[in-house]
Nanobody, 124 residues
């Protein structure tokens, strides 16, 4: 089970850190990712991290601004978001792949466990 938190209202240029606590499954056992969704649009990939936390990948529009990380000792996945833009406004979801998978997938269909989502609103 995944529980996301940390969303809120922030001005453009500001920062937020999202957290995702995993219970029943250690983050070290899974490739984990962040996705986001706005009304009327499909859920899109934001960032992914491998089981050890060494390898990461990002969608182009957030590279250099967002950082995905995990604290395996605390069973927590993070997304540090800096220099936020209005277009980053969305509901953000954390997700995990099956534990036997190691590929840093960017398609939501490859993930089988999802958090409930946390809303990030960036104002101009």
């Amino acid at each position: 089970q995944l529980q996301a938190s940390g969303g809120g209202l922030v001005q453009a240029g500001g920062s937020l850190r999202l957290s995702c606590v995993a219970s029943g499954r250690a983050p070290s056992s899974s490739v984990m990712g962040w996705f986001r969704q706005t009304p009327g649009k499909e859920r899109e990939f934001v960032a992914v991290i491998n089981r050890s936390g060494v390898r990461k990948d990002y969608r182009d529009s957030v590279k250099g601004r967002f950082t995905i990380s995990k604290d395996n000792a605390r069973n927590t996945l993070y997304l540090q978001m800096n220099s936020l833009k209005v277009e980053d406004t969305a509901v953000y979801y954390c997700a995990a792949r099956p534990t036997y998978e190691t590929f840093l997938a960017t398609s939501r269909e490859k993930y089988n466990s999802w958090g409930q989502g946390t809303l990030v609103t960036v104002s101009s």
